[in-house]
């Protein structure tokens, strides 16, 4: 995984420049990607954070943070590396509309995408800051298999910009909802 080649992708797709790092550690990529994005690198002492997100996967942390000048409500990253998903997950995660959709995808492509529509959602709850009680299935995308959508919270009035990426044997999808974005 390239962190430049994922900021350059993130920042095609999402519209806002996105600092990535990835380190052994969550302080440590945490405290690289807030440096990246021109920010002091402290620690976060409340989650959600509207401008920086963290995920791990084995022995790998990836961390996402915004610069200053980019006002979001929050930003949200999942990293998962690829590995078996067992089918009956969709329907523990999916609503009805991402069932669908999954039913129209080749069969060798479904645990792929069954494990993205997982990190996009998560990335969706880490980007959202009344995510209070919420699991990940409380969570919907409008298309899911776009590459790059909005989705959010079922019910609520406001959602987020999403995209996911595959590199490496992993798949990366990162939520951002910027403030005085429209529902």
């Not at 690829?82 to 080749?106: F, N």
């Not at 959508?149 to 951002?176: D, E, F, K, N």
């Amino acid at each position: 995984m390239n962190a430049a080649e994922l900021e350059r992708s993130l920042e095609r797709r999402l519209g806002v420049p996105v600092r990535v790092a990835i380190a052994a550690t969550g302080p440590a990529a945490i405290a690289a990607a807030l440096l990246a994005a021109g920010r002091p690198p402290e620690p976060v002492t409340s989650w959600p954070c509207p401008f920086v997100s963290l995920s791990h996967s084995g022995e790998v942390a990836l961390a996402v943070a915004l610069p200053p000048e980019v006002r979001a409500l929050g930003i949200g990253v999942d990293l998962e590396h690829d590995r078996p998903v067992k089918p009956g997950m969709a329907r523990l995660i999916c609503d009805p509309h991402e069932r669908a959709w999954l039913a129209t995808i080749s069969p060798e492509r479904h645990a792929a995408e069954l494990l993205r529509l997982w990190t996009a959602k998560e990335a969706l709850y880490k980007a959202d800051p009344a995510q209070g009680e919420a699991i990940v299935a409380d969570y919907a995308l409008a298309s899911p298999g776009d590459l790059v959508t909005t989705g959010g919270r079922v019910g609520a009035a406001r959602h987020a910009t999403l995209t996911s990426l595959r590199r490496s044997g992993a798949v990366i999808s990162v939520a951002l909802s910027l403030d005085g974005e429209p529902t």
